[in-house]
């Protein structure tokens, strides 16, 4: 008979340190399990599978923590004075917020010079001597850029001078070009990052007429940075699975941008 036979806790020992072992290799295959599921389901699949929501949660929140939280903030919320959008509210300017659109900009990022990113314009600076090399605009007087910022504001349901609202919708449909990126109706085009102008989200500044004087006078130029190649799929998807969910918190509407 061995000693450990003879007392109780080598008993013990004997008869947990097997079962112990086994546990932890049981949740090792579980988890590698879950591991190879996740990275090869269809990304807007998952969400409706709770086991691998949770499994994703807990995984995706450290990566947040580690490669978005600086810029979006710890709780997701952005920071309008630096042009860091919102991650848990339901307006999304690239894609419709679905875990494949959220995926893409975690990989491929915005104006990070990924060629697999979205082909995005750049907001011009119409104060500066040559508003965009590109697009070969003029720049504007101060007195149009505030007409053009009065007639933003008229679209935004405020009331405004409708005279100076009107020579701003000359602006914008006419020398400013801002049509040519923001639609006829400013309610932006998706497809190369042109926000809406006329819904209440800014994605810059805190809805004042100076942050839109200074959008339009300066310029603006979001950067999201890419993380392809220095994250890997299995990283990438859970922390794309966390944002979905950011965003999609029970009694959350689903989209709060006007139709
Ligand atoms: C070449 C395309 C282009 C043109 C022309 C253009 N814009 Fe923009 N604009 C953009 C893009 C792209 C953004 C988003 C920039 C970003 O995400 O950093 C933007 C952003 C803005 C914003 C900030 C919106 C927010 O949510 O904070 C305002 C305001 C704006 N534009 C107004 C105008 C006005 C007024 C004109 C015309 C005088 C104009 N734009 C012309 C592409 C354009
Ligand atoms: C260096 C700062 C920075 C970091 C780090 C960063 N982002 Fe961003 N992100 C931005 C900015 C700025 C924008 C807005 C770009 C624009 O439209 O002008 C943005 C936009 C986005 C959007 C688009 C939101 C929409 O409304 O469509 C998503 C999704 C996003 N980021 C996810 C992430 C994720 C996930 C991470 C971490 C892996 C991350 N970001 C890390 C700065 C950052």
């Known amino acids: 008979m061995t000693s450990s036979a003879r007392h109780p806790i080598g008993r013990l020992l004997v008869i947990g340190a097997p079962i112990a072992l086994v546990w932890a290799a049981a949740g090792l295959v579980a988890s590698?399990?879950?591991?190879?599921?996740?990275?090869?389901?269809?990304?807007?699949?998952?969400?409706?599978?709770?086991?691998?929501?949770?499994?994703?949660?807990?995984?995706?929140?450290?990566?947040?923590?580690?490669?978005?939280?600086?810029?979006?903030?710890?709780?997701?919320?952005?920071?309008?004075?630096?042009?860091?959008?919102?991650?848990?509210?339901?307006?999304?300017?690239?894609?419709?917020?679905?875990?494949?659109?959220?995926?893409?900009?975690?990989?491929?990022?915005?104006?990070?010079?990924?060629?697999?990113?979205?082909?995005?314009?750049?907001?011009?600076?119409?104060?500066?001597?040559?508003?965009?090399?590109?697009?070969?605009?003029?720049?504007?007087?101060p007195g149009e850029i505030a007409a053009v910022t009065t007639f933003l504001q008229s679209r935004e349901g405020r009331p405004v001078d409708p005279v100076a609202a009107e020579a701003g919708r000359r602006v914008f449909a006419g020398q400013g070009g801002c049509y040519d990126c923001h639609a006829n109706d400013a309610r932006g085009d998706p497809a190369i990052g042109a926000p809406n102008l006329v819904d209440k989200v800014s994605l810059y500044g805190d809805g004042s007429r100076q942050a839109l004087v200074d959008s339009i006078a300066y310029g603006r130029q979001g950067v999201c940075p890419a993380r392809a190649g220095r994250l890997s799929a299995l990283r990438l998807r859970e922390v794309s699975l966390y944002v979905f969910a950011l965003s999609h918190r029970p009694g959350q509407p689903s989209d709060k941008s006007p139709p």
């Open 32 to 141: 590698s399990r879950l591991e190879a599921q996740l990275v090869r389901s269809d990304p807007d699949a998952a969400p409706a599978q709770a086991r691998l929501m949770r499994f994703a949660m807990a995984r995706g929140a450290g990566v947040f923590k580690a490669e978005c939280a600086s810029c979006h903030g710890a709780d997701g919320k952005g920071n309008s004075a630096r042009g860091v959008p919102d991650l848990t509210d339901a307006d999304w300017l690239y894609g419709s917020g679905k875990v494949r659109d959220i995926e893409k900009v975690a990989y491929y990022g915005i104006r990070a010079h990924n060629p697999r990113s979205w082909n995005l314009a750049v907001m011009p600076g119409f104060a500066r001597p040559v508003p965009s090399a590109s697009e070969r605009l003029a720049p504007l007087s």
